[in-house]
């Protein structure tokens, strides 16, 4: 089993900064892709940005030019960096890891989720 623990959500002025993190944990034998995701009310989750182990990265069209996702294999840890915000980024963001935990098979695992608010 793998747990996920996010931090660094909040609220912010539009055109600031904010950093997410999220470490993953727990017997985990190989972590594949880790990323965020996320959410408004009424609508699906959406990708925002997801890196491979390899360090290859795929953004979300909203996010290019802004966001940087970046992990350390070391710490399990998958980072979100976030500038220039606008009100359109206010969401609850979802850490997403793709590992197998043991000698499980590939499985799926989701944070918490944290709330980012841009707003004057």
């Known amino acids: 089993q793998v747990q996920l623990v996010e931090s660094g959500g909040g609220l912010v002025q539009p055109g600031g900064s904010l950093r997410l993190s999220c470490a993953a944990s727990?017997?985990?034998?190989?972590?594949?892709?880790m990323g965020w995701y996320r959410q408004t009310p009424g609508k699906l989750r959406e990708l925002v940005a997801v890196?491979?182990?390899?360090?290859?990265?795929n953004y979300a069209n909203s996010a290019k030019g802004r966001f940087t996702i970046s992990r350390d294999n070391a710490k399990n840890t998958v980072y979100l960096q976030m500038n220039s915000l606008n009100p359109e980024d206010t969401a609850v963001y979802y850490c997403?890891?793709?590992?197998?935990?043991?000698?499980?098979?590939?499985?799926?695992?989701w944070g918490q989720g944290s709330q980012v608010t841009v707003s004057s």
């Open positions: 997403y890891v793709a590992a197998r935990g043991g000698m499980g098979p590939r499985t799926d695992y």
């Open positions: 727990g017997n985990i034998f190989i972590i594949y892709q």
């Open positions: 890196i491979t182990h390899s360090g290859i990265t």
